[in-house]
């Protein structure tokens, strides 16, 4: 079994910098794959960036450039920088976790957090 916390959101202005974190325990961080995932009302969840177990990452094509997912494995955590940020930004966020391979598809994660609430105005 794995557990997600997310941390790091916020309030922020129009072209600031948010750095979320995903901390994760459980199951084998070093096979695991992570999804983040955002939500805002009324919208269904999109995948905003993916990475796998041996470091591979997709973005959300729109979001390229902006937004860059890491991981440490000896932390056990997972990072997702976002800069530039817009106020259509603005969303509930989520990290997920999937065995092995990156995914965009929030169906294919068996692991979710509570997430964390970014705000740009």
């Known amino acids: ?61 729109s979001l390229k450039g902006r937004f860059t997912i890491s991981r440490d494995n000896a932390k056990r955590t997972v990072y997702l920088e976002m800069n530039g940020l817009k106020p259509e930004d603005t969303a509930m966020y989520y990290c997920a976790a999937r065995p092995e391979f990156w995914s965009l598809r929030d169906i294919l994660y068996n692991y979710w957090g509570q997430g964390t609430q970014v705000t740009v105005s």
């Open 1 to 61: 079994h794995v557990q997600l916390v997310e941390s790091g959101g916020g309030s922020v202005q129009a072209g600031d910098s948010l750095t979320l974190t995903c901390a994760v325990s459980g199951d084998t961080f070093s096979t695991l794959a992570f999804g983040w995932f955002r939500q805002s009302p009324g919208n269904g969840r999109d995948g905003v960036a993916s990475i796998g177990s041996d470091g591979m990452t997709r973005y959300l094509d």
